[in-house]
């Protein structure tokens, strides 16, 4: 298997890079990127012969495709999403080549969403949004709505105090400040999100709370984010009526976050102008360090809760992991991504289309692949019952 990693020089590409060379069936692994220079420096000290770096701007549609021709499977890690998803999927379709990759926003997740018929005609294999959340979060979901008859509502959530990267050596100074996943914060408190609510799909500014009983743990507390598991669980399970994926534990930092999605609503500020002040000065560790403050020793990092009847009666149901890799936010979402070659390879994905991991993903099969990647080989998925 010859496999095209597109911003594969990046945090979450690097992460995807090296768990990808574990396995015997990848025979290339091409880091492709406009980071050129990091990207070999990168490839190089893996001391690997089946791992190589070129240079790509994936605006270039001709470049694209020609880098696209060469492989198998295109991974794409080249954020922000909003900004590159779709044409890096056209392209991944018209060629005829299977795909996957980590998008966290929900508008383009829809818009990938149009090109399924495409992808069937073509024979292409694309799951979207394969990382921690979406991702891990989708699969948990999958994992909480089986104890239940019928689910009516769905929830995903994640802590936004587990949203940072580890130094891997090749962490510098601009991936340190304005870098993809500050824009994309931004951009998911600021923008509305189609929630379903009550039964209807309604558009909704971020940063909603929303309170539920979590079976084996109590009350919890969450506020809305525009991440796309909010808009593909309803596929899967239609006739949810509440559905929506939200942050645990922000509440000592809620009306900043309020603040800064109002500045940038009312134009006062661009995405990147606001990304870098929550990262300048060693802002992100900072708010980090107030978040872990609040923070019991067992607070859950990533989970899901279903609401709904079985055998007749009310009932609640969760799934979390007591355990993820180690590494921060570029293990927990390149290691999945990484994870679709296997699944891929041992026909643990559906066939033609474009998917949301929910659709496509054996969950048993996922998570038994994760647990070789996490300290103790467990993961430790709890699935919680009550009534």
Same mark, same amino acid.
């Given at each position: 298997m010859k496999v095209l990693s597109i911003g594969g020089g990046g945090g979450m590409g690097r992460t995807t890079a090296r768990t990808a060379l574990g396995f015997p069936f990848v025979e290339e692994i091409v880091l492709a990127g406009i980071d050129h220079e990091r990207a070999d420096r990168f490839a190089r000290s893996l001391n690997d012969p089946r791992i190589r770096a070129i240079y790509l701007d994936i605006t270039d549609e001709n470049a694209l495709r020609q880098a696209i021709r060469q492989c198998d499977v295109v991974l794409n890690s080249a954020g922000p999403f909003f900004r590159f998803g779709l044409p890096v999927l056209r392209a991944a379709i018209a060629e005829g080549k299977n795909y996957c990759d980590i998008c966290d926003d929900w508008e383009p997740t829809l818009d990938m969403f149009a090109l399924d018929e495409e992808a069937r005609r073509q024979g292409v294999t694309a799951v979207i949004g394969l990382g921690a959340s979406p991702g891990i979060a989708n699969l948990l979901a999958v994992k909480a709505a089986e104890q239940l008859d019928e689910v009516h509502e769905l929830y995903s959530a994640w802590r936004l105090s587990n949203a940072h990267n580890e130094d891997d050596g090749f962490f510098d100074e601009n991936e340190a400040n304005t870098d993809a996943a500050a824009v994309h914060l931004v951009h998911c408190l600021s923008e509305k999100i189609p929630l379903v609510r009550d039964g209807r799909v309604e558009d909704r500014l971020p940063l909603e709370h929303c309170g539920f009983d979590y079976p084996g743990v109590g009350k919890l507390d969450i506020w809305t984010i525009g991440h796309p598991e909010a808009v593909t669980l309803p596929r899967h399970y239609t006739g949810l009526r509440n559905c929506l994926?939200?942050?645990?534990?922000?509440?000592?930092?809620?009306?900043?976050?309020?603040? %800064?999605?109002? *500045?940038?609503?009312?134009? &006062?500020?661009?995405?990147?102008?606001? #990304?870098?002040? +929550?990262?300048?000065?060693?802002?992100?560790?900072?708010?980090?360090?107030? %978040?872990?403050? *609040?923070?019991?020793?067992? &607070?859950?990092?990533?989970?899901?809760? #279903?609401?709904? +009847?079985?055998?007749?009666?009310?009932?609640?149901?969760g799934a979390r992991l007591r355990h993820v890799p180690s590494g921060g936010m570029s293990a927990v979402t390149g290691i999945p991504h990484a994870l679709f070659l296997p699944l891929l390879h041992q026909g643990a994905v559906k066939g033609s289309g474009v998917f949301s991991p929910e659709q496509a993903i054996d969950a048993d099969a996922f998570f038994a692949l994760l647990n070789g990647f996490v300290e103790g080989r467990d993961c430790g998925l709890t699935v919680t019952f009550a009534h």
């Amino acid at each position: 298997m010859k496999v095209l990693s597109i911003g594969g020089g990046g945090g979450m590409g690097r992460t995807t890079a090296r768990t990808a060379l574990g396995f015997p069936f990848v025979e290339e692994i091409v880091l492709a990127g406009i980071d050129h220079e990091r990207a070999d420096r990168f490839a190089r000290s893996l001391n690997d012969p089946r791992i190589r770096a070129i240079y790509l701007d994936i605006t270039d549609e001709n470049a694209l495709r020609q880098a696209i021709r060469q492989c198998d499977v295109v991974l794409n890690s080249a954020g922000p999403f909003f900004r590159f998803g779709l044409p890096v999927l056209r392209a991944a379709i018209a060629e005829g080549k299977n795909y996957c990759d980590i998008c966290d926003d929900w508008e383009p997740t829809l818009d990938m969403f149009a090109l399924d018929e495409e992808a069937r005609r073509q024979g292409v294999t694309a799951v979207i949004g394969l990382g921690a959340s979406p991702g891990i979060a989708n699969l948990l979901a999958v994992k909480a709505a089986e104890q239940l008859d019928e689910v009516h509502e769905l929830y995903s959530a994640w802590r936004l105090s587990n949203a940072h990267n580890e130094d891997d050596g090749f962490f510098d100074e601009n991936e340190a400040n304005t870098d993809a996943a500050a824009v994309h914060l931004v951009h998911c408190l600021s923008e509305k999100i189609p929630l379903v609510r009550d039964g209807r799909v309604e558009d909704r500014l971020p940063l909603e709370h929303c309170g539920f009983d979590y079976p084996g743990v109590g009350k919890l507390d969450i506020w809305t984010i525009g991440h796309p598991e909010a808009v593909t669980l309803p596929r899967h399970y239609t006739g949810l009526r509440n559905c929506l994926n939200g942050m645990l534990g922000v509440e000592t930092i809620i009306d900043d976050l309020h603040q %800064l999605a109002d *500045h940038v609503r009312a134009g &006062a500020m661009s995405l990147e102008q606001a #990304a870098a002040l +929550l990262t300048s000065d060693g802002g992100r560790e900072k708010r980090r360090q107030r %978040l872990q403050e *609040h923070e019991g020793p067992d &607070a859950p990092g990533i989970l899901a809760f #279903a609401g709904g +009847l079985k055998d007749g009666r009310p009932a609640r149901a969760g799934a979390r992991l007591r355990h993820v890799p180690s590494g921060g936010m570029s293990a927990v979402t390149g290691i999945p991504h990484a994870l679709f070659l296997p699944l891929l390879h041992q026909g643990a994905v559906k066939g033609s289309g474009v998917f949301s991991p929910e659709q496509a993903i054996d969950a048993d099969a996922f998570f038994a692949l994760l647990n070789g990647f996490v300290e103790g080989r467990d993961c430790g998925l709890t699935v919680t019952f009550a009534h």
